[in-house]
């Protein structure tokens, strides 16, 4: 694996947001789009408790004192408002590649922020990090997460039959990718 360069790559802003890590004081907004069951219809986790958001919160603050980490999970503040509006994460796969996921609060859906997210961090994982190749999944129903991948550039693979389990039963999953010669060339 190509150790990720010095000092953290991030946070990486853009037009309207910042991609930064977690503070303590983020929680009430991640509690309130990861207990949304609008937000979580096409997760595998979900709706979450008050607990569980405590206990994810805890968890992506202790791997923040850690560096390098292979998994990255940054918040999407909307600098605008100053307020986190979801959260985007990358896990390097030590093959010169990594997995992207991500999640918006319903309220922030249809307006741009999870392409503009999505971009930034890929022009991040291509360039500062030199990686050959992204990939991320979806739940087959969820049009919007797909129109942000396409859009992106990211071809399907593939789709695995029932392969996740969500909170209306199994859910079949869109397997992404895009290479970096192909983000290059868009």
């Not at 999870?114 to 022009?123: S, V």
């Amino acid at each position: 694996m190509t150790p990720p360069p010095e000092p953290p790559w991030f946070p990486i802003r853009t037009e309207r947001l910042l991609l930064r890590e977690l503070r303590a004081d983020d929680h009430d907004d991640m509690h309130a789009y990861a207990s949304d069951p609008d937000t979580v219809r096409f997760m595998v986790w979900g709706p979450n408790t008050p607990e569980v958001t405590r206990e994810r919160m805890a968890f992506v603050l202790d791997q923040q004192i850690r560096w390098p980490r292979d998994t990255v999970d940054l918040a999407v503040e909307l600098v605008a408002a100053r307020r986190m509006i979801g959260s985007i994460s990358l896990r390097l796969d030590g093959r010169g590649g990594a997995e992207f996921g991500y999640a918006y609060g319903s309220p922030w859906w249809r307006k741009g922020y999870g392409f503009e997210a999505a971009q930034a961090l890929a022009t991040v994982a291509f360039g500062t990090l030199g990686l050959h190749r992204l990939q991320a999944t979806c739940d087959v129903r969820n049009a919007g997460s797909i129109g942000v991948l396409e859009k992106l550039g990211m071809r399907r693979e593939g789709t695995l039959l029932r392969n996740q389990r969500v909170c209306d039963g199994w859910r079949d999953t869109h397997i992404y990718g895009l290479l970096a010669d192909e983000w290059r060339a868009r």
